[in-house]
């Protein structure tokens, strides 16, 4: 990239980060120190900002970068991605979002502990909430490299490092000093900068196509170098039976996961009731669905404008599509159009990595304080020293995710989100449900579901080829793979449900029937609910 993309591109962020650190000052001067205030924003959002905050928090880097980089190089089986993580929704409107709000205060932990011995139920579900967390940071963390290597031009693993590193530093600023009152206005700006984003350039795709859409199809088909093979289903999941099941694998990891996300589960406490809640989530669906419309545009325009062999040479995983097709967008290269509308794109998805990544160390950080800290210690923690301890666990959390993030550079980030999403269905999943719909789930029940979907999720990942066995796995030089898929979904998912009703049966405690009574009457109609 030449000097002028490099600096312009540079402005803009450097804008939005001196804008969101002015939010986070200026939020930091109202009261903090409740937990209310840290974790919930004091639940003051309207179903409108909460909807475009949810919104913020799910269109992440893996949308705007991966899921359109997957699709330019796979064609249809790419935009598969697309449908999942739209799909998901409907799961969580229909499943949990008022009732999670109803029951909980807030985590997710919260939710299954409300009928459960508390202490073994929130260690097992906070460790779990963390786990995810870090894993949906590290796909943040290597957009942000990605990036960084495209618009500096140096590709240096130094540039990569200091980027990464910079990403999370910023994050526990947000966090740290804001809360949830500064992520949440945060979002709401990535939210509506993302979707600006994407619908210019969606509609310079279609003008420069003429708004046929069957022209676009054939042009993407004829420049990947595939044919019509690459509108139709195979490239990526379909040359075997373990092809197939991989699929398979991703499409319940990114239709189930999105339910046991922490950080997604952790916005419907920032509204004051339960009927906000849901009209949060119908807001966010609709910002949701047409965004990811949109990505589907963006893929194969990214294959047809730029073309799949120039999207993959500049980064294998084609993290760095949408960057590269604003560029031809705007006149190309040596273009003021182009140099001004890639650093337009640029800046927006960094500031979508931003908010995203403050969103996620938030929830993480509070399952720490609220969950880990709090069960851990004899007496019980004041709400204080909870706030003090979250502050600290987002720092650690904060350099987890950095070191990850440099060792996973390579690796396309939508795909560690479904990773991410895999881990979240396995063992966050399967205990909300018991906890909500089963009256006689027990404590074993509950620490058996988490750990029986968590542990093998986490197992199969590092037998994978993911991680070993392949020119693209993390540690390429090694073969310790004896797990064929790359997703564990459609093997830690079951095992996760499995073990909960194991856990329940060889149970020698009664499951307490009043309190399934007390937590079903507060879930359906709010009674009691913080």
Not at 252 to 275: D, E, K, S
Request: aromatic residues 10%; neutral net charge; proline residues 3%.
């Amino acid at each position: 990239m030449t000097t002028q993309h490099q600096t312009l591109a540079l402005l803009l962020f450097s804008a939005f980060v001196a804008a969101t650190l002015a939010i986070t000052t200026w939020v930091s001067r109202h009261r903090q120190g409740s937990a209310e205030e840290f974790y919930a924003g004091g639940r003051l959002f309207s179903p409108m900002e909460n909807g475009f905050a949810i919104a913020g928090d799910y269109m992440s880097a893996a949308s705007f970068l991966g899921i359109s980089g997957l699709i330019a190089l796979f064609g249809y089986d790419g935009m598969l991605y697309s449908v999942g993580f739209l799909v998901a929704w409907l799961v969580v409107l229909l499943l949990v979002a008022e009732l999670v709000r109803n029951c909980g205060r807030f985590t997710l932990a919260d939710v299954v502990a409300a009928r459960m011995s508390e202490r073994p139920v929130r260690i097992a579900v906070g460790t779990s909430s963390v786990t995810v967390s870090v894993l949906y940071l590290v796909a943040q963390m290597v957009g942000a490299g990605s990036l960084v290597a495209l618009f500096l031009g140096g590709t240096t693993e130094a540039a990569r490092a200091w980027t990464v590193i910079g990403v999370g530093a910023l994050m526990v600023v947000y966090v740290s000093v804001g809360g949830m009152r500064a992520t949440t206005w945060i979002q709401i700006v990535k939210a509506v900068l993302l979707m600006a984003g994407a619908v210019t350039l969606t509609v310079l795709v279609l003008v420069r196509f003429h708004g046929d859409i069957n022209q676009l199809l054939d042009t993407a088909a004829e420049r990947s170098g595939y044919g019509k093979d690459f509108l139709s289903p195979g490239r990526k999941y379909g040359a075997d039976a373990t092809a197939r099941f991989d699929f398979i694998s991703l499409g319940l990891a990114l239709v189930l996961g999105t339910a046991g996300l922490p950080h997604i589960l952790a916005r419907f406490y920032t509204v004051p009731t339960a009927r906000a809640a849901r009209r949060s989530v119908v807001w966010s669906i609709g910002l949701i669905g047409s965004f990811y419309l949109m990505t589907i545009v963006l893929g194969f325009g990214a294959a047809a404008v730029v073309g799949t062999s120039e999207v993959r040479a500049s980064n294998a995983a084609g993290n760095t599509a949408i960057p590269l097709l604003a560029l031809d967008l705007g006149g190309g290269p040596g273009a003021t159009g182009g140099t001004v509308l890639f650093a337009v794109v640029a800046a927006v998805a960094f500031a979508t990595i931003l908010a995203v990544v403050a969103g996620i160390t938030l929830a993480s950080s509070a399952s720490v304080a609220h969950d880990l800290y709090a069960s851990l210690k004899r007496r019980q923690a004041g709400q204080h020293s909870e706030v003090a301890v979250a502050r600290i666990a987002a720092v650690g959390i904060g350099a987890a995710a950095i070191a990850l993030g440099l060792l996973a550079q390579d690796l396309n980030v939508a795909f560690l989100v479904g990773l991410a999403f895999a881990v979240a269905a396995s063992a966050n999943l399967p205990v909300l449900l018991y906890s909500l719909f089963w009256r006689n789930f027990t404590t074993k029940g509950a620490v058996w579901s988490v750990y029986g979907g968590l542990v093998p999720a986490l197992l199969l990942v590092l037998l994978s080829p993911v991680v070993s066995g392949s020119p693209h796995s993390l540690f390429p030089g090694v073969d310790f793979q004896f797990f064929p898929l790359e997703n564990p979904g459609l093997v830690s998912i079951p095992l996760g449900f499995l073990a909960g009703w194991a856990g329940t049966v060889c149970s020698r405690e009664p499951a307490d029937e009043a309190k399934h009574a007390e937590t079903e009457v507060r879930s359906l109609t709010g009674a009691g609910a913080a």
